[in-house]
């Protein structure tokens, strides 16, 4: 596609349940990226993909957030037994590679109430 | 652990005036971009960086990065209300880039 799509842009859950966050990265970008984004702050990193293979995923916080990239495109973040403090800005990019410049989707902001 | 810092955290001028933002690190990083983030939306890459000292312009923006390239700064002149908005520096760190804290700049009119 044209750009990076991240749908749900809004999700709002109840403490506990689990969701399912979905990034469709430029066609041809190898790598793959997911931050997190509090009011004000600048993104944390949370994983990186590069194909099909988590490069890097030390920045999950904990075993509650997985994240998969089955075919090396669509990517999903998956977060169980939400938290409240979970709840933020969940932010996609994807790049040539890893030390291009990054292309960012519109985020989904994910709301544990 | 790399961390950026990016002062200041918040800046409010009028329409015209020239400001500067700073992006500190202890860390060496091969590139540094600046990305400019309005809300609602994800980071626009603005510019990247990967000499010691190098300097580039985008229009009435001109970055600079560190002699030692643990720093950079981004200098707006005659700044416009189109400039508002949350500005962030991300140095290259193992594979993946490390953003600062933000700088959250309103321009007035």
């Known amino acids: 596609g044209a750009g990076v799509s991240q749908t749900p842009s809004n999700k709002v859950t109840e403490k506990g349940k689990y969701v399912e966050l979905r990034c469709d990265p430029i066609?041809?970008?190898?790598?793959l990226y997911w931050y997190r984004q509090s009011l004000g702050q600048g993104p944390e990193f949370l994983i990186y993909?590069?194909?099909?293979?988590?490069?890097?995923d030390s920045g999950l916080p904990n075993d509650r957030f997985f994240a998969v990239r089955p075919e090396g495109s669509v990517s999903t973040l998956k977060i169980q037994r939400t938290e409240r403090g979970d709840s933020a800005v969940y932010l996609c990019?994807?790049?040539?590679?890893?030390?291009?410049?990054?292309?960012f989707g519109s985020g989904t902001r994910l709301t544990v109430v | 652990t790399q961390l950026l810092e990016q002062s200041p955290q918040f800046l409010s001028i009028q329409e015209g005036e020239n400001l500067t933002v700073y992006c500190n690190s202890s860390?060496?990083?091969?590139?540094l971009q600046w990305y400019r983030q309005e809300p609602g939306e994800g980071p626009v890459l603005l510019v990247t960086v990967v000499t010691g000292g190098e300097v580039k312009k985008l229009k009435r923006l001109t970055f600079q990065f560190g002699d030692a390239r643990k720093d950079s700064s981004l200098h707006i002149t005659a700044a416009q209300t189109g400039d508002t908005g949350l500005y962030l520096c991300a140095g290259l760190g193992t594979y993946k880039y490390i953003f600062g804290t933000g700088t959250r700049l309103k321009v007035l009119a």
């Open positions: 993909f590069q194909g099909t293979g988590a490069a890097d």
């Open positions: 066609s041809g970008h190898t790598a």
């Open positions: 990019a994807s790049s040539l590679t890893y030390n291009y410049g990054y292309t």
């Open positions: 860390s060496v990083f091969s590139s």
